[in-house]
């Protein structure tokens, strides 16, 4: 006699993605925020707006969270930022949601300002303060856009504690895309409306890059609310931030054609003495 057999098991549930035509996922749309968390704010529960992202649009190969075969790092140093000094994070961390299942997580590293020094300038811009940003990864189970999300801001130097310049959230932002799209004068921040495009292209280690930047409005909030140092930001009784993203596509359009050693970038070096000596001057200053 057969024994009588049980049901069939229960099929396994695929988590759902959402459709996108932006080359990225809302974060809102699956119960995220285009706001950090930042630790021990005042008042408590401000962050700090992700303003620019770099569409999946862009090339695979430049989307690469490595600095090799022209990824992300590179292309990230072909503009005049790079990984944090001496490879030592500084700072305390923030974490964002980009409502793509993953929940709140901390930022893949601090990418900074190198000064024209792709190895040893983020150590001036810890000091000096400067340009930075955090970045992540938008790969989570129900929205895999493998696009790259980032928190931009102006920062003062470390004397003042890293404290955000007035307007520096916009001023940052647009100091970005005006490096990274190559444009020969400062992008005027009050005139940015979400019809605003740039683009042009950069170089790093014989890797050359198109990047378009387009903004866009609905993302964020032209507001103060919830925006970390929103008190001394804000300018003029504006808001702290004008509610702009900043998409970058970004197409690789030149590589090596042989293996070849060694850093390339238009501006010169700042020099490992000036370096060292700013780092001493921090130090010092920070025991007195």
Partial sequence: ?????????????????????????????????????????????????INVIISAYSDSEV?????????????????????ECLGQHSGGDQAANLGDGNGYLNETAVIRLDYGDATLGTCQETVE???????????????????????TSYEMPIAENHNIITNGYNLGRDWLVGNATAQSTILPTPNMTNTSTYSGQTSFNNYTYATTATYVSGLLQNSSNGINHYQSVAIDGSNAIDGLVAILTVKMVAGPTTATSGAEWSNQPAGLMWTLFTISCAILSSLL
Avoid at 30 to 45: E, F, I, K, R
Avoid at 65 to 83: A, C, E, H
């Fill in 1 to 49: 006699m057969v024994a009588a057999r049980g049901p069939p098991p229960a099929p396994t549930l695929l988590a759902r993605k959402r459709s996108t035509n932006y080359g990225y996922y809302n974060p809102m749309d699956g119960d995220g925020s285009m706001l950090t968390q930042v630790q021990d704010t005042y008042p408590p529960g401000l962050g700090e707006p």
């Fill in 63 to 83: 989307l690469l969270d490595n600095g090799d075969s022209g990824g992300l790092i590179n292309y990230f140093q072909s503009f005049g930022f790079s990984t």
């Fill in 129 to 151: 303060g400067g340009n930075h940003f955090r970045y992540w990864l938008q790969n989570g189970p129900t929205a895999d856009s493998g696009a790259i999300f980032m928190a």
